[in-house]
Structure formats: structure tokens, C-alpha cells
């Protein structure tokens, strides 16, 4: 489908400069755009793409200044950034609409399915589920018996979701993602072996959740595994029985939480960070790349790094004079030669 400069500019409440009929089907890098695609400029240190670039339309700020020719027409908006965010959320929206039932799939007959639902082939729907409006569960999902899901819900092939589950509204959950497995929870016996212990809680998703492609949130042994409104959960994590994470909280790839641990609200965590069980992370937290936290920690909005984990700045500094150690130990060889010299010397 193609938009002209016209349409564009009426729904990013800009004006035209140039061709207002040009007519654009994709979006593109500015430094890569070809006839046919629309970009964008807000940085300027790519302000000498706008002279040379094959866009057919380019977004930019009115303030804005030409120092050339420019061949594409431009759209000049408040904020081009924003403007081209929302069309990249209207351009996603058009390529991910789906409607109807595709077969073969499975849907129990006790299952409701709400309004303008899409429902993949191979999907599978059990006793009992309860789907809100606009939801979209692609091919190969498993949604298990008593699962809830709120409105504008979003399974991408593949995700997983274990009986008794509740996720709210405006989910997005990627594919290969598991929620509600099993907890790891075994009692040691006398012989050395291990008894399983039954995993009988759920795990709760609030609303405006995204979670990455293959994490793996554990249901509670009992209560709640519970994911609060507005968490970014990136691909690879593992979340484990039991663990709360706050609103807002963001995490990215290969992180994970030990069982009963509890992050607060708007906590920053880096790549590969892992936390112990049984530990209150306070709200405003942030944790640098591959930082191991051991124990709780009740002061907001501070930055940490390390493993064990320090305070950031603790932590540079420390690093700083590892990075010294082949160089101070030389010199303490130096000295202790030196030492013994004199000692020979006194002799």
C-alpha cells in the first residue's frame, strides 16, 4: 500500500516541501533509503544524508536549515524523531493485522474468545480460557486450561502458557517464551536424591507487559509470580518462582532472578545481571552489565556494578587498580629484591 507526502503530512500534522503526490510503500535509514521509501532526520550528524539520499520523503524538523539541494521532498513536523516513531507504529500495525480462526486449531468448547480475535493455525486453546478483545494468538501457541488473557493481548508463534495464568491487557509476548513452567523447587532427602514439590501457584502478567523471545517466567510454588504493569522484559531471561518485578522495570538479555526475590518499581537492569533469592531490590535501582547481587538493597535510585555488587562508582574505581595489579606486582619484586640486596649489603 502506498501513502503519498499528503497523506503523511495530514496525519503528522506537518507541511509538504516539494512533490505533495510522491507516493512512498516502505521506511528506511536515511543513509540507505531508496525511490519509493520515506525517512527521517534528527541527528544531526546525518544531516549530509539529506543532500545525497534516494528517499522519496524525508522527515525533518521545522527548524530545519538547507545549505543544498535537497532531490526528496520533505515533511517538516515539530519533532521528526516522534513523528516517525508513530509511523513506525502505524506502519507495524498494518503489517501485523490479523483476523479469523485459521484451521486446523483447537479451541474447547468451554473456552471464550473475545471480539476480533485471531487465532493461528495449530494454536491450541484449553478448557476454561477466557480471552478479551482484539487479541491476536498465532500458529503453534498453547494457551492451557484457565489462562485469562485481558484485552489487545499479542502471542507470537510458539509462546507457551501454562494453566491457571493470568495476563492483562496490552501484552506483548514474543516467541519461544514460557510462562508459568514449573518453579524449581525439590526437598533434599537423607540418601542425597530429591523429592519434586508440587508447583500449585500461577504467574500474573499486568497490563502494558512485553516480554522477549525464550524467557521463561516460573509459576509460584504458591501464591503469585507476578510481572507489575508496565515491565520490558528482553529475550533469554529467566524469571524463577515466586519473583515480583515492579512497574516500569526494564531488563535486558540473559539476566535472572533467583526464587522470591522482589525488584521494585522503574529498576534499570543490564545484560547478564544475576540476583539471589530471597532479596528487596528498592525501586529506581540500576544495575550495570553482567552485575551479581548477593543481598538486599534498600536505598533507592542508585547505580551499582560488580560482582558481588558495589556502588558504581566503588566499582570503577576498583576495576581501575585491578587492571594496576601486573604492574604493582612487579614493582613489589622490585622492592622485596631491593631489600634483600641491602640486607646483603649490611651483612
Not at 499528503?6 to 512533490?19: Q, R, S
Not at 544524508?49 to 530545519?64: D, E, K, M
Not at 499479542?154 to 496490552?170: A, E, K, M, Q
Not at 534498600?298 to 560488580?306: A, M, Y
Amino acid at each position: 500500500m502506498q501513502f503519498t507526502a499528503k497523506d503523511i503530512a495530514a496525519l503528522l500534522n506537518g507541511t509538504v516541501e516539494g512533490d505533495e503526490l510522491v507516493a512512498v510503500d516502505q521506511l528506511a535509514k536515511i543513509e540507505e533509503a531508496q525511490k519509493g521509501s520515506l525517512s527521517f532526520l534528527a541527528n544531526p550528524k546525518y544531516e549530509q544524508f539529506l543532500y545525497s539520499t534516494n528517499a522519496s520523503i524525508v522527515i525533518v524538523n521545522n527548524t530545519q536549515q538547507l545549505t543544498g539541494p535537497v532531490n526528496a521532498t520533505l515533511i517538516r513536523v515539530e519533532n521528526a524523531y516522534s513523528a516517525f516513531t508513530l509511523l513506525l507504529e502505524k506502519y507495524n500495525t498494518f503489517k501485523l493485522y490479523k483476523e479469523g480462526i485459521e484451521q486446523p486449531s483447537f479451541i474447547h468448547e468451554s473456552a471464550t474468545i473475545g471480539e476480533n480475535a485471531y487465532i493461528g493455525a495449530f494454536a491450541y486453546i484449553g478448557q476454561g480460557v477466557k480471552t478479551g478483545k482484539n487479541c491476536k494468538i498465532y500458529p503453534n501457541c498453547y494457551i492451557a486450561d484457565n489462562v485469562i488473557l485481558g484485552d489487545n493481548v499479542t502471542l507470537f508463534p510458539g509462546v507457551v502458557v501454562y494453566f491457571d495464568c493470568v495476563i492483562g491487557s496490552n501484552v506483548i509476548i514474543h516467541s519461544g517464551a514460557v510462562i508459568g513452567s514449573d518453579g524449581f523447587g525439590f526437598a533434599p532427602n537423607g540418601d542425597g536424591s530429591y523429592t519434586k514439590i508440587a508447583q500449585i501457584g500461577n504467574v500474573i502478567i499486568e497490563d502494558n507487559v512485553e516480554i522477549g523471545s525464550n524467557t521463561t517466567i516460573d509459576r509460584a510454588t504458591m501464591g503469585s509470580t507476578i510481572i507489575r504493569r508496565g515491565a520490558k522484559i528482553d529475550n533469554l531471561i529467566m524469571i524463577a518462582h515466586n519473583v515480583e518485578i515492579g512497574s516500569h522495570t526494564v531488563m535486558a538479555a540473559q539476566s535472572g532472578i533467583s526464587g522470591s526475590t522482589k525488584i521494585g518499581s522503574r529498576v534499570v537492569i543490564g545484560g547478564q545481571v544475576g540476583f539471589a533469592g530471597h532479596l528487596n531490590i528498592a525501586d529506581g535501582s540500576q544495575f550495570g552489565a553482567q552485575t551479581g547481587i548477593n543481598h538486599t538493597i534498600k536505598e533507592e535510585n542508585k547505580q551499582w556494578g560488580g560482582s558481588p555488587h558495589l556502588p558504581y562508582k566503588d566499582y570503577l574505581r576498583a576495576h581501575v587498580n585491578i587492571r594496576r595489579l601486573p604492574d604493582l606486582e612487579l614493582r613489589v619484586r622490585e622492592l622485596e629484591k631491593m631489600i634483600k640486596d641491602l640486607k646483603k649489603d649490611v651483612q
